[in-house]
Each structure stands twice: as structure tokens, then as C-alpha cells.
């Protein structure tokens, strides 16, 4: 059974870094991208970025660019998404998931249970 | 920046068919998929390469697409199928993925 299990909610402060992850099981990890999805309060999902496992090839939106760094550690099956200095517009909740296939027919297939960010203003 | 529209909302009468949309200028040159996402929920994948299903998904819910829109159909619309939906397909380069902006079901 395919399963992303991620870490746990996270209240910073502006200027904090932070790493969160995302814990895969029930598949070959570098076999297949893996990605990253933002929806802030009350919004739309947002596409953040993926990474195939086997090289830490990287696709970023544009539009998040530079804010987060994608990484993986093949060796513990482990996704993370990570910034060095928070801002209030990061407050949001972070979903990890899986992509079967890989550019340009990217979609998710399985998802993570969610991580919530939050750094108050 | 490319976009994909998606009208805000949909109402329906349960029983009956909701249509939603999904339009964007290199949808016939990219698939589109569909996610449904509940309150306090992670999404779901409902529809993959415009038409195909997830097994352990209702065949209530079909997927297609014409030129440049797709369309989530899900027919016999039941109280539970009220959620937001989201389509989603690649940025007209094919360098990263792009979301609708999601459609809010309400099953009156």
C-alpha cells in the first residue's frame, strides 16, 4: 500500500528556517517524482515543485522560485521541502505526493495527509 | 502567467449532472486531470490523462475533452460529492504542473 506520511504542524517565527517532510512507503522511492503542493487559508492548491529521487532532477513553479528548496533522502525513502528565512505569506498548508509519470504528463496519484505552516505576522 | 479557468462554482440538484470546466490554450497539448478535496481533507485524484479513472473511483464521475476545455462530469450527483474540485495540466512549456483555480460544488 502507497503511503506518504508527513511531519507534523509547525508554528515559526518570521526570519525561522524550517524543514518538513515526507516519509514514503509501499513503493520504489527513486522510481517515481515526487512532489510539493501549497494551498494557503482558504485558497486554491498551488503547484510548488517535484524532484525525481534518482538524480534530485528539480522542476519549480516559477512563481515559488527561490522561497523553498526541494530535497530527498534516497536513502531513508524521504521527500522535504524547506526554507531558510520564513515570511507570514509561507503560513499555509504543505501537501507532499507522488506523480506516476513524469514531464511534461505530470498529476499526482497518491497524497500525504497535509503539514501546516504557520508564522504568525 | 498560464492559467487554467475554472468557473468558482457549480450548484445541483442531487440526482441530477454537474459539469465543470476547465479551459486553457495548451489543454489539447497536454492532459488534464481532475482532484476532488472535502473539508479538512488532502485531495484526491478522480480523473487522470483527461478520461481515465483510479480504480476505487465511482464511474459516476468521467472525464473529457474538447479543444481547449475539459470537463469533470459526475452524474446521479449524491450529498457527499459536494467538495471543491481542481483540474490540473502542465504549463504550456511543459516544465512544471499548474492547478485550476477550483470549482465549489454544492449539492442543493
Known amino acids: 500500500e502507497v503511503q506518504l506520511v508527513q511531519s507534523g504542524a509547525e508554528m515559526k517565527k518570521p526570519g525561522d528556517s524550517l524543514k518538513i517532510s515526507c516519509k514514503a512507503s509501499g513503493y520504489s522511492f527513486s522510481n517515481y517524482w515526487i512532489g510539493w503542493v501549497r494551498q494557503m487559508p482558504g485558497k486554491g492548491l498551488e503547484w510548488v515543485g517535484i524532484?525525481?529521487?534518482?538524480?534530485?532532477?528539480?522542476r519549480y513553479s516559477p512563481s515559488i522560485q527561490g522561497q523553498v528548496s526541494i530535497s530527498v533522502d534516497r536513502s531513508i525513502a524521504t521527500a522535504y521541502l524547506q526554507w531558510s528565512s520564513l515570511k507570514a505569506s509561507d503560513t499555509a498548508m504543505y501537501y507532499c505526493?507522488?506523480?506516476?509519470?513524469?514531464?511534461?504528463?505530470?498529476?499526482?496519484?497518491?497524497w500525504g495527509q497535509g503539514t501546516l505552516v504557520t508564522v504568525p505576522s | 502567467s498560464y492559467e487554467l479557468t475554472q468557473p468558482p462554482s457549480v450548484s445541483v440538484l442531487p440526482g441530477q449532472t454537474a459539469k465543470i470546466t476547465c479551459s486553457a490554450d495548451?489543454?489539447?497539448?497536454?492532459?488534464g486531470h481532475w482532484y476532488q478535496q472535502k473539508p479538512g481533507q488532502a485531495p484526491i485524484l478522480l480523473i487522470y490523462k483527461d478520461s481515465e479513472r483510479p480504480s476505487g473511483i465511482p464511474e459516476r464521475f468521467s472525464g473529457s475533452i474538447s479543444g481547449t476545455t475539459a470537463t469533470l462530469t459526475i452524474s446521479g450527483v449524491q450529498a457527499d460529492d459536494e467538495a471543491d474540485y481542481y483540474c490540473q495540466s502542465a504549463h504550456s512549456s511543459g516544465s512544471y504542473g499548474v492547478f485550476g483555480g477550483g470549482t465549489k460544488l454544492t449539492v442543493l
Open positions: 505526493a507522488r506523480l506516476p509519470l513524469g514531464p511534461p504528463n505530470y498529476y499526482f496519484d497518491f
Open positions: 495548451a489543454l489539447p497539448n497536454h492532459y
Open positions: 524532484i525525481w529521487p534518482g538524480d534530485s532532477d528539480i
